[in-house]
């Protein structure tokens, strides 16, 4: 059992302006060192980032001044110690500025970040404090560092380098001038994003124009209409649970236009929270940063720590998948266009019918619809059943607190505990949609696993979703795209709750190689074996019938053409974006357009992403350069995943292995550490059946 050391001493000194009251600034009495939302109020959030930069600063300014020779310890392990109580207030504010933001946030974040580009910044560009790192990694070879020590070093190093440590004072003050740009268009990406997806996509106020909807749907969109004082009306937003259902089931054609339009144009409406104009300017500083850098592009510079590690590696990737998916897409549009005819229709599929007639499609060849399968998935059980699969997997348990304070009242606690009961770690969810919480589902931490100095520091874990929400009487029913999600996004948990590392700085896992521990998860959700575990009908509690969990495997392939499809169109849109060698601003539409032109993109299916909405590019580095990453990791989860097909659902020596050699550790070479797990390097075959595509 581990000895466990919940908090941390924070030395803070009268200089500094240390305000005693701030909760940010104090050691946290609470359950396992959790933050005291309660208490955390928006005034409190720039005094303790200044506090905390100063306290960082104050730290590193220790390691530049030591006047005895580098070494691992005084130097590499002292600035991976440094910057713990700036990283603490930097997660709880970035937790709730994704979650549950307001414009005071939004304010703090607008002042902030370009403080804190220069902070690390200063930090990074030091001349002594890299000269110091340089000269341990030039005798790394021959000063007996471990494993975990060597790649501890191996990437702090790098970030140095790769943040401009090497370059001239003259390149190193563009830099910083390129970064501090880019944090400023990163905050006015993100607010212009969640304002766009937060408007109505429409306001209904005739019964008749309700014509298909399920029942559960009416009744959202009616509290969507109370909510903004619209008693009696309807109101469709731009959240997936809510647009995504009405194009699916409504039998107003010119209304799924309309929802269609106005969700594919996010960020592309003009007035003040249009994104045009931000993304081209952040595709060309992040050329200009390349090229300071010494790379040829950013996705140079991106991949170079990826598996993929090159942009030719990547489309040669993309373009082995993009023909057989087109060609399948083709197919599909071939049968709903049947549909439209022999229903005398009188027009041509286009990508707002799309939703509508493939659930027509799957109803037609196999008996099988959306609205058949919600019942059974009531959100408590479906998570239920992913917390039971990890149970069963790595004989853990998800105990329910409720003395842990959330920062809403959606948010549910639970702590892990090992099968000893020995505590693992912290894990939150956050499954609903408002206004403050930006779109999709993620999966984030407020605290990192570590271990330095025999203090063991427990990770603390959250999931936020965007799920479909109790509507009327009903709980919150979701579909089987959210099911999926929910075991995703565990998936991601998992990884860094199994955490199991001195250094928190020594897990670096590369972009494409961090959705395997995802969608892995996923495979779980609608296996034959696990669905009669969680899959209960809300009404009758009778477990979902062989019957329906049959239609289900015959369905598997539905549809994977269109999912293929806009998924790759956006993986080709953000490499081409990162592969431009200069710093001009181009034409956002236009670059968009040939963009897609170039691959052939079918007119009735819209990349999954626009440029001016595609948060996971352009509202921060986050998966630039990197989207592909979900479907290079398919690659790595459909060959794990076949290993317990063949070892068993839930072989427990297999979990093990998994959770060892996959989730436990950081490594320089992660397919190395793949291989550990699974003895071979993975084919492309077990996708490529999965999707249909062979």
Known sequence: MKTTVWSFMLILTAGCGTQPQNPLLVEWDTPFGTPPFEEIQNGHFMPAFREAMAVHKGEVGKIIQNPEEPTFKNTVEAYEKSGRLLDRVDRVFGCLNDAETNPELQAVSEEVEPLLTKHYDDILLDPGLFNRVDAIYSRRESIGLNEEESTLLENIYKDFVRSGAGLDEKDKAALRTVNEELSALYVKFRKNHLDQTNAAALTIENESDLAGLPGNLVAAAADNARSRGMEGKWVITLQKPSFEPFLQYSEKRPLREKVYKSYIN?????????????????????????????????????????????????????????EPALARARAEAAEMQAIIDREGGGFRLAGWDWWYYAEKLKKEKYALDDAMLRPYFEMDKVRRGAFGVAEKLYGIQFIPRSDIQVYHPDVEVFEVQEADGSHLGIFYTDYFPRAGKRAGAWSGSLRSQSNMDGNYIAPLVFNVGNFSKPAGTEPALLNTDEVETLFHELGHALDSLFSDTVYAGSRRTPRDFVELPSQIMENWAMDPEVLPTYAVHYETKEPIPQELIDKIQKASLFNQGFRTVEYLAASFLDMDWHSLTEENEVDTGDFEAESLNAIGLMEEIASRYQSTNFGHIFDSQGYSAGYYSYIWAEVLDADAFQAFKEAGLFNRELAQSFRENVLSHGS????????????????VDALLARRGLK
Not at 668 to 683: H, I, L, N, S
């Open 266 to 322: 996010r960020g592309n409406n003009g007035g003040e929270s249009d994104n045009k104009a931000v993304v081209a300017r952040i595709a060309a500083l992040r050329a200009k940063r390349s090229r300071l850098l010494g790379y040829k592009t950013h996705a140079d510079f991106i991949l170079e720590r990826n598996m993929a590690k090159n942009p030719d590696n990547v489309y040669r990737f993309l373009n082995d998948l993009w």
């Open 668 to 683: 320089t070479d992660m397919m190395a550490q793949y291989v550990r797990f699974r003895g071979a390097e993975p084919k």
